[in-house]
């Protein structure tokens, strides 16, 4: 649950993974490893968001 107002809208949900967790860019795969888009879930003052493992991953939220 949220400490406060619920948010109105998911402006956006990207992830950063790979299968390989030492696995880089280079000049030859410059997109080997690259953000992508996630499944926007549902705001409310209860949401749930599923994140593969070993990711880093941001959601931005609009509260009015």
């Not at 795969?29 to 003052?45: G, I, N, Y």
């Amino acid at each position: 649950c949220w400490d406060g107002p619920a948010p109105t809208q998911v402006l956006a949900f990207e992830t950063l993974t790979h299968t390989d967790l030492k696995a880089g860019n280079t000049f030859e795969q410059p997109l080997r490893v690259a953000p992508a888009s996630m499944e926007f879930p549902k705001p409310s003052d209860d949401m749930n968001v599923e994140l593969p493992a070993a990711s880093y991953s941001m959601l931005r939220l609009r509260f009015d």
